[in-house]
């Protein structure tokens, strides 16, 4: 069941600290053997995905 997690609503525009936030908010829920989906946008043309592997 894929999902968009967003906190930009608690913290505002947070840059490139954005994706160690979530995964801080989201570690209690986040599950072994789980793939995640990162993605971050920055100014100007600035793009960075990864997708990730729970232990």
Known sequence: N???F???AQHGNT???T???CLHE???SI???QSIGLCAFGGG???GAS???TL
């Open 31 to 33: 599950k072994a053997d």
């Open 26 to 28: 989201l570690l209690p």
């Open 15 to 17: 840059s490139s600290s």
């Open 2 to 4: 894929p999902h968009v």
């Open 6 to 8: 967003s906190n930009i």
């Open 51 to 53: 997708i990730i592997k």
């Open 19 to 21: 994706i160690p936030l």
């Open 45 to 47: 043309f600035t793009f």
